[in-house]
């Protein structure tokens, strides 16, 4: 029998996880209006920014499709745009319409603060009431899509966390659901092994070209990696280089073929796991998961990093005895007993994805009940 | 008496999952057996040197390289930053 949870299906086909209506701001000056309205608004999730004024090009694209995409996700019922004008807040508000859900949008321009917060505060209220009549009901794993993080990571990353991570997902592309790992520079010293899982030759290299212009740019800009990458609590927790890293952190991708290569923030457009190239730093990598539709995120961690997504309820795995005792608040699940008990990781795994379900269902994370989210979208391109 | 895993026969590091001090023996599990004796205090997740390896040598964990000795390594001694090396990113060694 299919596995299932208990979702929201949506109008396009999808399944929310969680049942929110997005307040997102379009731009950094709209934040505290966002945050007015959210404190007004039960049912609401404030999605702020910073920059966007003065970005352009590929990177102002960029900004736009990510928090259009926070938009679409499937765990956001109805979206609440906060803008200054009206041009701007249309780039975004076109980009979410394709998703079949309500999308109001609010200007501060000429409003002012304390008309906006009023009127957005109306509009949201109607939302919420809308969005309030929705009910959870079984829906097949299967149209979950998941994002694999690793943060804050120490050679227990890569002997329990990561690898229980790893085993959940590849339980979910059996039963046809999808997985996205990212964090491009994680992969130096390790690609050629995941390139080898590639579906065809253009995914493979498609996936290898990634790393190659990483790797490339840094030293094009005579940056020793070594400066960032392993970070110093990487290296206090027993990292030594970012091949020893990678090694660890590529097995929370399982198993499975790897079927396609995505840009920042870009959805799959097939079932399967997924490479999306999108710089490793927690924050904006989690957002672009987020925007490209994941419902759900599994964070591996060892010495700990608390940080969760907005959109995508976060899951923090360990399985470090000393940072389960001292952030036991950051942590939703202990895969210790690989280590303390020689327990198989496969067992671990199918413990995790009976979690999945059971958060996919409802049950909460710490970071959503602790509020320890953020949004972060990467840029490439100074502003003008 | 501390523990380490050994990933992979060809590694020449074990990662201990205990805290060890100088002088104490080490037991390896995984794809190793017996015990080194470490030759200085290796914390909890850092790996110990399990075979002596010459400066410019591959380090080997998974099976897999991870870096190179930036001096002799010998067989108890902590591997950590100030004798391995990453091969990759280094943009301090490019051409100029």
């Known amino acids: 029998m299919k596995r299932t949870f208990l979702g929201y299906p949506r109008s396009n086909g999808t399944v929310g996880v969680r049942n929110h209506v997005a307040v997102i701001s379009v731009m ?32 102002l694209e960029v900004a736009f499709n990510t928090l259009a995409g926070m938009g679409r996700n499937p765990n956001i019922a109805a979206v609440l ?26 200007n501060l321009q000429p409003h002012g603060t304390i008309n906006a917060v009023a009127e957005g505060t109306r509009r949201a209220l109607k939302l919420a009431l809308g969005a309030s009549r929705a009910r959870r009901e079984p829906c097949p794993v299967s149209s979950l899509l998941v994002g694999v993080e690793c943060g804050g990571s120490d050679t227990t990353s890569g002997l329990t966390c990561n690898p229980t991570i790893g085993a959940m997902a590849d339980r979910l592309v059996e039963d046809g659901g999808s997985v996205i790992i990212s964090e491009t520079s994680e992969f130096l010293g390790a690609e050629h092994l995941f390139a080898a899982r590639a579906k065809d030759e253009a995914v493979g290299k498609a996936f290898v070209e990634a790393v190659v212009r990483l790797e490339r740019e840094a030293v094009s800009r005579g940056m020793d990696i070594r400066g960032t990458n392993p970070t110093q609590d990487n290296i206090r927790g027993g ?26 923030g870009e959805a799959p457009a097939g079932k399967g796991l997924h490479f ?8 904006e990598n989690l957002t672009a998961m987020a925007a490209a539709g994941c419902q759900l995120i599994f964070f591996g ?31 939703d699940f202990d895969a210790s007993e690989i280590l303390e008990k020689s327990a198989k990781v496969g067992a ?13 269902s409802g049950t909460r994370t710490t970071s959503e009940l602790l509020d320890i989210r953020e949004t972060a979208i990467s840029r490439f391109a100074p502003t003008i | 008496m501390p523990r380490a895993i050994v990933l992979d026969r060809r590694d020449n590091v074990a990662t ?15 794809e190793a057996s017996g015990e080194v004796v470490l030759l200085q205090a290796v914390p909890f997740g850092h790996k110990v040197c399990v075979r002596a390896t010459a400066a410019g040598g591959d380090i080997l964990k998974y099976g897999q390289v991870i870096g190179k000795a930036a001096k002799p390594l010998a067989v108890g001694e902590h591997a950590h930053i100030h004798n391995v090396e990453s091969a990759r990113g280094r943009g301090d060694k490019a051409e100029g």
């Open chain 2, 16 to 30: 201990l999952i205990d805290s060890g001090q100088p002088g104490q023996a080490c037991t390896l599990q995984g």
């Open chain 1, 239 to 264: 990292l030594t280089t970012i091949e020893e890293k990678a090694l660890g952190a590529m097995a929370k991708a399982g198993t499975s073929p790897l079927r396609g290569v995505l840009a920042y």
């Open chain 1, 81 to 106: 745009l906060v803008g200054l004008e009206e041009q701007t807040t249309e780039e975004v508000a076109r980009r979410i319409r394709p998703a079949g859900k309500p999308v109001e949008a609010i």
């Open chain 1, 301 to 331: 961690t060892g010495v700990g990093n608390p940080i969760g997504n907005m959109v995508a309820p976060t899951v923090k795995v360990c399985g470090n005895v000393n940072t389960l005792l001292t952030m036991a608040d950051n942590i």
């Open chain 1, 276 to 283: 999306m190239d999108a710089p490793a730093p927690a924050v």
């Open chain 1, 348 to 360: 671990v795994g199918d413990r995790l994805y009976d979690f999945a379900v059971e958060v996919a």
């Open chain 1, 28 to 59: 950094d000056n709209c934040n505290p209006v966002t945050r007015a309205i959210c404190q007004a608004v039960d049912m609401t999730l404030p999605v702020t920014t910073l920059f966007v004024r003065g970005q352009y090009g590929h990177d």
